[in-house]
């Protein structure tokens, strides 16, 4: 079905949700932080709770604290149609990563509205609680939890570092994280899902395109390594005598970039270390233990699963040449997910119709469509990262490619919603 109008976004709104969306931050003048539940991802979803009803949507929120915002469509008994992202950063991280997707796709739904545009599904603006991993190292908490992915069992273990747990946390703000299973999802339930979402690489301002459809989502697989030596007397110990932990975790380290680097099987490999917990952390003590995380991608589960498999082997052979010992837990092995080749095609028609060239391309970073695909059919738009940047204080999006990315957003919301 075709959908011609002439849709315009409203630029200086979308740019007024997202600079006041920054004010609620942890590290004022450093970047963006607003971790899950959190003062002031509770103060962020405050506020995105009141524009969305300023909207003229109906607000609920599940047992995780993913909120909904329903415009309701003049079908019965429809299965909705969703867009949206995340609000939580990383640790001083951007403005537009997450917050991006919540916004378009409100000034999406707000231009379907204006325009008295009729629609039988339900169209849904969603925000999934903390997709980032910055507090419980395990990300994408919401949509897991929809996708049956996280249990309440689970979220009793699953600690910040202050030994609070997911599920303590969501207590504490205000949800009832108590039988998590029951707000899992079956397919059929939503109808399809489309996310927008700023790159987070520098492929499309490379080519000096405004837009890119996604093909397929990467996914990662998480570790948590221990390696324990011994400590000692910094200037005692001789060179031949210790057991270094840090200097065993640096070589580890430099195996984990030489895997995903050697071992790839695809171009979309990544591996990286990216915390380090030295103890004790004192200048004159040979370090005993050291805590590291590994963050392993790739667009192929068999590709991520030989990579991950490298890598232990390779810290194996380390800590036995060094006389340390090492072990790891896994904290999750997720799953790459395709897009749906309708949706992408309703992205690309809409993009020529009002064109906006665009590329098609897969998605090195992981989303909470990644999970929603596992019970309906997803589609991302992504829109240029100056430099590429993203996960750091210098990330930034040029609001006419928010303008633009929701425009084409709401034509294919609006004909997925009048879908039979
Ligand atoms: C999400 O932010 C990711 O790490 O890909
Ligand atoms: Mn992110
Ligand atoms: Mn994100």
């Not at 690309?348 to 098609?360: D, H, L, N």
């Amino acid at each position: 079905m075709g959908n011609k109008q002439e849709w315009k976004a409203d630029r200086t709104r979308i740019q007024s949700w997202i600079e006041h969306l920054s004010q609620f931050n942890a590290t004022p003048g450093t970047g963006n932080t607003r971790q899950l539940f959190t003062q002031e991802d509770i103060g962020g979803r405050r506020y995105i709770i009141d524009e969305m009803k300023a909207l003229g949507l109906d607000v609920s929120c599940d047992d995780i604290g993913n909120i909904y915002g329903v415009c309701k469509g003049s079908g019965e008994g429809l299965a909705p149609v969703w867009s949206g992202s995340h609000i939580d950063t990383v640790y001083q991280g951007g403005a537009f990563d997450g917050i991006s997707g919540v916004v378009c796709a409100m000034e999406a739904v707000r231009m379907i509205r204006e325009k008295g545009i009729p629609h039988k599904r339900d169209l849904v603006v969603t925000v999934f609680s903390g997709e980032e991993p910055a507090r419980f190292g395990m990300g994408c908490i919401g949509s897991r939890v929809l996708s049956g992915h996280l249990t309440t069992d689970q979220a009793k273990k699953l600690m910040d570092p202050d030994g609070i747990s997911l599920y303590e946390a969501a207590k504490q703000a205000g949800y009832t994280p108590d039988c998590l299973e029951r707000s899992i999802k079956k397919p059929g339930d939503v109808y399809a899902s489309v996310e927008l979402h700023i790159e987070q690489n520098a492929l499309l301002e490379r080519e000096g395109l405004p837009l890119g459809v996604v093909t397929s989502i990467c996914a990662p697989s998480n570790f948590v390594v221990e390696v324990t030596g011994r400590s000692a007397h910094a200037g005692g110990m001789s060179m031949e005598d210790r057991r270094d932990a840090f200097t065993a975790a640096c070589e580890m380290a430099l195996a984990v970039e030489e895997c995903g680097r050697n071992e790839s099987q695809s171009e979309y490999s990544t591996a990286t270390v990216g915390s380090v917990k030295v103890e004790p952390n004192q200048s004159n003590i040979i370090p005993g233990k050291v805590e590291f995380t590994i963050d392993i991608r790739d667009a192929g589960k068999e590709s991520k699963d030989h990579i991950g498999k490298m890598i232990l082997e390779r810290m194996e052979a380390i800590a036995k040449k060094r006389g340390v010992q090492v072990s790891w837990r896994q904290q999750n092995n997720d799953a790459p997910m395709p897009c749906d080749l309708h949706i992408m095609e309703k992205i690309e028609r809409y993009s020529e119709e009002m064109g906006i060239p665009y590329k098609k391309m897969v998605s090195g970073a992981f989303h909470d469509s990644m999970f929603l695909g596992e019970f309906c059919p997803v589609g991302m738009i992504f829109v240029p990262s100056r430099d590429g940047l993203s996960h750091c204080p210098e990330e930034w999006t040029d609001y006419q490619y928010l303008e633009t990315g929701s425009q084409v957003l709401a034509a294919v919301l609006a004909e997925l919603a009048n879908e039979e």
